[in-house]
T-cell receptor, first 112, second 117 residues
Framework: KQEVTQIPAALSVPEGENLVLNCSFT??????LQWFRQDPGKGLTSLLL?????REQTSGRLNASLDKSSGRSTLYIAASQPGDSATYLC???????????FGSGTQLTVLP | GAGVSQSPRYKVAKRGQDVALRCDPI?????LFWYQQALGQGPEFLTY????????KSGLPSDRFFAERPEGSVSTLKIQRTQQEDSAVYLC???????????????FGEGSRLTVL
């Protein structure tokens, strides 16, 4: 059974700092990996989708990498801003199924 | 529509009541998923539809949970005889097939927060 772990569970950084969020998964036979952002009381907003054949994806100040063989993905946020404060969730889609398996998320606070 | 729409946003039910939660996916999206999210946790898969066919309901926690999508667009998640442990946010997501390739990107609604007293 696929398990997804996100470390740390919570992170607090000063504004302007570059930061890395980590995601690990136990079964490397994945179809894709998706990073989401969730604000309090809200749904999930898709940030980046990496297909299994890709190594990274970039969108603005965000860069996500994927290393299938080691079961790891990182989300890099450059020049963090208070508006980046949210919970960031990593989810993998197994090769054999359509549904995603989620980690528990990293709660990020960017201090002004 | 522009995004996935869910209603009601908030529902308070007395233990034993039946509830129905509605999801209106992005127009044209063939795949629809329901997830359950407990406080402080990531979403857990409940069930999956492709058009009107329910292809996977392995995540439904008990036979009190029932989902349908009769015309392949709007979906309803019904919970019968609600229990306190059913209190959670219920999220709906949809995705599409683009140019014969399944992109797999999921788009989520804002969820329905159910509180069972």
């Amino acid at each position: 059974k696929q398990e997804v772990t996100q470390i740390p569970a919570a992170l607090s950084v000063p504004e302007g700092e570059n930061l890395v969020l980590n995601c690990s998964f136990t079964d490397s036979a994945i179809y894709n990996l998706q990073w989401f952002r969730q604000d309090p009381g809200k749904g999930l907003t898709s940030l980046l989708l990496i297909q299994s054949s890709q190594r990274e994806q970039t969108s603005g100040r965000l860069n996500a990498s994927l290393d299938k063989s080691s079961g790891r993905s990182t989300l890099y946020i450059a020049a963090s801003q208070p508006g980046d404060s949210a919970t960031y969730l990593c989810a993998v889609r197994p090769g054999s199924a359509r549904q995603l398996t989620f980690g528990s998320g990293t709660q990020l606070t960017v201090l002004p | 529509g522009a995004g996935v729409s869910q209603s009601p946003r908030y529902k308070v039910a007395k233990r034993g009541q039946d509830v129905a939660l509605r999801c209106d996916p992005i127009s044209g999206h063939v795949s629809l998923f329901w997830y359950q999210q407990a406080l402080g946790q990531g979403p857990e898969f409940l069930t999956y539809f492709q058009n009107e066919a329910q292809l996977d309901k392995s995540g439904l926690p008990s036979d009190r949970f029932f989902a349908e999508r009769p015309e392949g667009s709007v979906s309803t998640l019904k919970i019968q005889r609600t229990q306190q442990e059913d209190s959670a946010v219920y999220l709906c997501a949809s995705s599409s097939r683009i140019s014969g390739r399944y992109s797999g990107e999921l788009f989520f609604g804002e969820g329905s927060r159910l509180t069972v007293l």
